[in-house]
């Protein structure tokens, strides 16, 4: 039986692509200030320019490809069960052939209903003003906003209860729920941190390797940690 490895990504895995993440600096998102884009009442106050923004981001993201991170979680499935957490909104994971991916934010290539949150339509293209649901109620975004719940936090919960190893690849864990996944991992699963910048995590209990590097680089130090490891059992 292959043991499970869940995988928490953030803007980290994905800045490889080519995609930029607003907390990197000045928090400012491909130019445009966070509040405006990216909470209920940007959308509110300025729906034409929400719509537009995620139609530029929508674009770009097929311009760009997964990165060498993205594809060696992909071929872990050969060897463990992986599960990827991503709050990324991006498909990267998807396109370099992961499985199962769940994502927190939500997905840039889906839309839903302003009034129903369950009228969920796949999207590749614009998204326009008077493109409606079936009971003519806008359609937006399918991005969990800051300041709205995450309905897919009961399911990666479950996933990080059962980890048998547990990897965190480039987020700055400072994005809540989700940084606080690490928290209700098994106490003797063993924990691995990708990021170039790690921070300290406090209070933790678990085995902690860091590995002080870019996403690709260091899940490629994870995965023959990983096999290595399969084969002393």
Do not use: C
């Not at 509110?44 to 537009?52: E, G, P, Q, S, W």
């Not at 326009?128 to 806008?138: A, I, P």
């Amino acid at each position: 039986m292959k043991k499970k490895l869940v995988v928490l990504t953030g803007a980290g895995i994905s800045a490889e692509s080519g995609i930029k993440t607003f907390r990197d600096s000045d928090g400012l998102w491909e130019g445009h200030n966070v509040l405006d884009v990216a909470t209920p009442a940007g959308w509110h106050k300025n729906i034409a320019l929400v719509l537009d923004f995620y139609n530029q981001r929508r674009k770009q993201l097929k311009e760009v490809f997964p990165n060498r991170a993205h594809q060696i979680l992909a071929e872990l499935e050969n060897e463990f069960e992986v599960y990827v957490i991503t709050q990324n909104v991006d498909d990267l994971h998807e396109r370099a052939g992961s499985s199962n991916v769940l994502h927190l934010h939500g997905e840039l290539l889906k839309v839903r209903s302003s009034v129903d949150a369950n009228y969920i339509l796949d999207w590749q293209d614009d998204l326009n003003f008077g493109d409606y649901d079936k009971d003519n109620n806008q359609l937006r975004p399918h991005i969990v906003w800051f300041g709205e719940e995450v309905p897919a936090l009961e399911e990666a919960l479950q996933l990080t209860q059962n980890a048998d190893y547990f990897a965190v690849i480039g987020t700055s864990l400072q994005v809540y729920p989700a940084a606080g996944l690490i928290d209700y991992t098994p106490r003797k699963t063993p924990i691995f941190y990708i990021d170039p910048k790690p921070i300290q995590i406090p209070n933790l209990k678990n085995p902690l390797e860091v590995i002080a590097e870019m996403a690709s680089t260091g899940v490629e130090i994870m995965r023959n940690k990983l096999l290595s490891d399969r084969k002393k059992l």
